[in-house]
């Protein structure tokens, strides 16, 4: 133990001895005749960018018609102007430098610090890339450091130092450095593996030869090789045995037995259901109380939206175990049955009639697969009747299309005069009875026929 911090008290002692030696030549005459150009650069770097930033901004903000891409970038100019500026300022300085003075010392600094101004410039340049905000901000910071210690000189000593910060169990030792390697390289692998992701599942997903659940069973199946294949390819390259994450992931194997029973059935479920192809999206459902199509199939859940704009986040174990009406499993045909009553008095061919013209009368009944009406009873106020006809759009809704086939068919009865009746009550008040003397004479409750 004492070994271990008297080494790491004599790196830091090294890479402090490098800081000040840096710091000590910059008093000397000729270093601080660059301090000073380095400073005027940033100071004229700063009042250009002020000038023509806000120009600048107001030329991109009238193209139109541009690709967003082209803008973003522009944008991302336009705020790296300074340091643009800079960069420039400083490598032209420095060539002036060079025409002066013979000795590179007399240029070193100036030309370092343009060196580096480049490379910070070029950094949050490629950063873009990243589209999450915190990941970028993270990679351009560890891309500064990386590029200023490694220009500076310092890398060497830094990387000692902090290989230096380390625990040890035994035979196994974890230092800060093994640590930082382990996150760049495993970070920069799974950005390949999501871009390799995001570029394969776009192709799939355009393949329209392949079914949509075969489609998103193959992304999920590519994302988790992919990402696992990163993981694990990360930590190896930087040394790390991975024959200790077997008691780990038995470790896991029972957590997830045990206290993740749900997570993992929903998970099962899923694969289940992208294997069978008992939904898919596109499919119109209904579950329960629930009536819409299914927007999206994921790892706990499937996404399904109704008409009326509400999005049903449904645990995928429940399209296994209950009872799913698919609309759309096997062909986008669905009838629809409507039921309705006629008074006595009309004729039963001619309202068959009329309820089947009334049926092809909108827009969406198909004419392919003709509507029909049969009788299905004689009730106490009416003849009973059954219209059926048959959409192959089930996702635009069904109870809009059986309203526009009942305004329909109340339409086309009242031209021809066909009455629709309602339940009629006769009361009656017997003789001797206290009301009797007092009560009007019997009447009818109600109208029709």
């Known amino acids: 133990m004492n070994q271990e911090i008297e080494r790491l008290t ?15 030549l910059l008093s000397l005459p000729n270093q601080l005749i ?40 522009l944008i991302v100019l336009r705020k790296r102007m300074q340091l643009g500026f800079f960069a420039i300022l400083a490598w032209v300085t420095a060539s002036g430098f060079s025409l002066v003075y013979t000795f590179p010392s007399r240029r070193y600094l100036v030309t370092l610090v343009a060196t580096i101004a480049t490379a910070w410039l070029f950094i949050r340049i490629a950063a873009q890339v990243v589209k999450n905000r915190f990941l970028r901000r993270i990679v351009i910071w560890a891309l500064t450091i990386y590029a200023t210690l490694y220009y500076v000189g310092l890398l060497d000593a ?3 130092f902090l290989d230096g910060l380390a625990v040890e169990f035994g035979d196994f030792r974890l230092s800060v450095l093994a640590v930082l390697k382990a996150v760049i390289v495993t970070g920069v692998l799974i950005f390949g593996a999501r871009l390799l992701a995001q570029t ?3 192709r799939i997903n355009a393949n329209e030869d392949i079914s949509p659940s075969m489609r998103v ?24 045995d991975l024959t200790g994450l077997a008691v780990l992931s038995g470790a896991i194997g029972v957590g997830l037995g045990f206290g993740l029973q749900k997570v993992v059935s929903n998970l099962v479920s899923g694969i289940i259901i992208l294997m069978d192809k008992s939904i ?5 459902i209904s579950l329960g109380d629930t009536f819409g199509w299914i927007e999206a199939l994921g790892a706990r859940y499937v996404s399904v939206v109704t008409r009326d704009g509400k999005e049903y986040l449904i645990p995928n174990e429940d399209l296994i175990t209950g009872q799913v009406v698919n609309w759309s499993h096997s062909n986008e045909f669905v009838r629809i049955d409507l039921h309705f009553g006629t008074s006595y008095h009309d004729d039963p061919h001619q309202v068959r009639k009329l ?17 029909v009406c049969h009788i299905t009873g004689f009730g106490d106020s009416s003849v009973d009747y059954i219209l059926r006809f048959w959409i192959r759009d089930p996702v635009e809704g069904l109870t809009n299309v059986k309203g526009n086939v009942y305004l329909a068919l109340w339409d086309a009865f ?15 008040i017997l003789k001797g009875s206290e009301l009797a003397a007092t009560a009007p004479a019997p009447a009818s409750a109600g109208g029709g026929d």
């Open 355 to 371: 309820a089947v013209e009334a049926a092809h009368s909108v827009s969406r009944v198909l004419r392919s697969r003709p509507a």
């Open 10 to 24: 004599g790196e830091f002692a090294n890479l402090w001895k490098a800081v000040s030696l840096n710091l000590r």
């Open 217 to 240: 069973l193959t992304v999920k199946f590519l994302q988790v090789v992919l990402y696992s294949a990163a993981f694990f390819i990360g930590l190896k390259a930087v040394g790390f």
């Open 414 to 428: 009242k031209e021809h005069g066909i009455s629709i009746p309602f339940p009629q009550r006769e009361v009656k």
């Open 280 to 284: 898919k999206p596109g499919d119109v």
């Open 158 to 160: 830094t990387a000692r």
């Open 34 to 73: 660059q301090l000073a150009a380095i400073l005027a650069c940033f100071a004229l770097a700063w009042l250009l960018a002020r000038h023509y930033g806000p120009r600048f901004e107001d030329w991109v903000r009238g193209l139109e018609g541009r690709p967003k891409w082209q803008l973003r970038w």
């Open 200 to 202: 394969t599942a776009s």
